[in-house]
């Protein structure tokens, strides 16, 4: 091995005092190349996209969305798989996190109160594209060796196009995301939320972040390492119990300020459309109270980003249709339920706490948290927004660990692969309680809107698959029939699909098995 001379060691300090500057400058780099892509380019092919699916399939968010509420109500019965609910709320959990919180504090504090009107647009959008994805992993899905389905974006990439004659191209697209959704959902992401929780902690309680560390890894490990299932069983308890009681509490203030709910209405209505002065965020006039609302609804839904069809693909379902529902039902209780609480927490709030136009004094968790200390005082709010921001930053992590999984299997890793993802995320959820890793998050942010426009390319690519399916599923219901079937080779698809999971004798015992439920 060469070693350096004496003449040599002022070059390579020099080199290496240099590397900071180049660090920060790759993070500036592609920080704006984040924003640029996922501010111009990305939100409005997400909008879009929803657009287009939702016209293709004749409005399915709302014409069917009373049915999505009865379905998911029974979904907890399970077969060979999982079950509906536990894949709906794997989903929901990776939907609902701090961004419910945070990104709407912010989304209103940059937009004003209008920007919450353009997020109830983006939702509702955003519920045709998670059907869409949903419905196409439930169709492309695959069975693995532990019973558990196996599907989502990298699955109908490779299974969809080569139907379409683009298999090489549906391979190559389906190992960038499957990458991409590893390295982000699985190392990056868990850090972000656990840094979430460690500053909540540290901020509200002195509670040292290695303290944090430390107890987040230790209850991580062994959930992880339980497996799909065990995760699934904790996130199906763990999920509602947190939306029902943040929910809960924001209902109580609602109900304390109610006879301004009304005038708060009519602040978003007016704000969303420039109507009246004085309710435009410090973010400038309407365009910032436009792209504020559509930028943190979009994010905080994930629909079109590929993460939830990931869980959505591993419910056992009569129908492809049926998941696609279910988790289109997501976006809605995410955005319009959740979102739209913390909304009106902080538009209720009084003049001190929260005025259009007006930079608060407060960061926008605890913007959120002043907000209902000014609704309901006392010292147990500080408390409740710790639970609140625990569970649902923890709620995401569990999620995640399923989503990053079922992305290795698609890979080729096996038990062995499974068990070092599980332990690395384990150690990244400790790792993001003590350090903020910034390149590392600027990386997945560019992951993420790189994967989420390969998902929406292969959603779009795929859209006659989804209208076909929701065309077998209609003329079923037409006929009379109470629980529709899917059985591949009756239905009018663009292709044949290959596999016996959409074969008429499973179909069949999925029947008897929902007539055995009843």
């Known amino acids: 091995m060469p070693t350096a001379t004496p003449l040599a060691l002022p070059t390579a300090i020099t080199a290496a005092a240099s590397q900071a500057p180049l660090t920060e400058r790759l993070t500036v780099s592609l920080s704006t190349f984040e924003g640029f892509v996922s501010g111009k380019i990305l939100v409005w092919i997400l909008l879009g996209t929803g657009l287009l699916l939702t016209l293709g399939t004749r409005g399915v968010q709302l014409r069917l969305f009373s049915r999505s509420i009865r379905l998911v109500l029974r979904s907890r019965h399970q077969r060979g798989s999982l079950s509906s609910f536990q894949a709906f709320v794997i989903g929901l959990g990776g939907r609902v996190g701090t961004g419910n919180i945070a990104g709407v504090a912010l989304a209103i504090t940059l937009g004003g109160p209008g920007a919450l009107f353009w997020m109830w647009v983006v939702a509702l959008l955003g519920m045709a594209t998670s059907f869409a994805e949903s419905t196409l992993a439930q169709v492309f899905k695959v069975r693995n060796a532990d019973g558990i389905f196996r599907g989502g974006p990298a699955y109908y990439m490779q299974r969809g196009l080569a139907l379409k004659g683009r298999g090489g191209i549906g391979r190559v697209m389906g190992i960038v995301f499957a990458v991409m959704l590893i390295f982000s959902y699985g190392l990056i992401f868990p850090m972000v939320q656990s840094n979430t929780i460690a500053a909540t902690l540290d901020s509200s309680h002195h509670v040292s972040t290695t303290a944090t560390a430390i107890i987040l890894m230790l209850v991580t490990a062994p959930i992880l390492l339980a497996g799909m299932r065990f995760v699934a069983r904790v996130t199906e308890w763990l999920v509602p119990l947190m939306a029902l009681a943040y929910l809960a509490v924001v209902a109580v203030v609602i109900a304390v300020s109610l006879p301004?709910?009304?005038?708060?209405?009519?602040?978003?209505?007016?704000?969303?459309?420039?109507?009246?002065?004085?309710?435009?965020?410090?973010g400038g006039g309407l365009f910032a109270t436009f792209l504020n609302g559509t930028k943190r609804g979009l994010f905080s839904n994930e629909a079109g980003q590929g993460s939830s069809p990931n869980g959505a693909a591993t419910a056992d379902v009569a129908h492809p249709v049926v998941q696609g529902l279910i988790q289109s039902l997501g976006v809605f209780i995410d955005t319009i339920v959740i979102c739209t609480a913390t909304g009106l927490t902080v538009l209720l709030a009084a003049p001190s706490i929260y005025t259009p136009g007006v930079q608060p004094?407060?960061?926008?968790?605890?913007?959120?948290?002043?907000?209902?200390?000014?609704?309901?005082?006392?010292?147990?709010?500080?408390?409740?927004?710790?639970?609140?921001?625990?569970?649902f930053a923890y709620s995401s992590v569990l999620g995640y660990s399923n989503f990053a999984e079922i992305n290795l299997s698609y890979l080729g890793g096996g038990r062995g692969a499974g068990v070092v993802l599980r332990l690395a995320m384990t150690v990244a959820t400790g790792l993001g309680a003590i350090v903020a890793l910034e390149l590392a998050w600027v990386m997945a942010d560019v992951a993420l809107a790189l994967m989420t426009i390969l998902n929406l390319v292969a959603v779009l690519w795929l859209s006659?698959?989804?209208?076909?399916?929701?065309?077998?599923?209609?003329?079923?219901?037409?006929?009379?029939?109470?629980?529709?079937?899917?059985?591949?080779?009756?239905?009018?698809?663009?292709?044949?699909?290959?596999?016996?999971?959409?074969?008429?004798?499973?179909?069949?015992?999925?029947v008897a098995s929902l007539d055995e439920e009843g």
Do not use: C, N
């Open 361 to 391: 004094e407060w960061a926008e968790t605890t913007l959120v948290q002043h907000a209902l200390a000014d609704a309901l005082p006392g010292g147990w709010v500080v408390w409740f927004m710790t639970f609140v921001v625990a569970t």
């Open 260 to 282: 301004s709910v009304p005038a708060v209405f009519g602040d978003i209505i007016a704000g969303a459309f420039g109507l009246r002065p004085g309710l435009a965020g410090v």
């Open 464 to 510: 006659r698959w989804v209208f076909a399916v929701l065309r077998d599923y209609d003329r079923q219901r037409a006929d009379g029939v109470a629980e529709p079937a899917f059985i591949a080779e009756r239905a009018d698809l663009p292709g044949a699909l290959e596999g016996d999971i959409w074969t008429a004798d499973k179909a069949a015992a999925r």
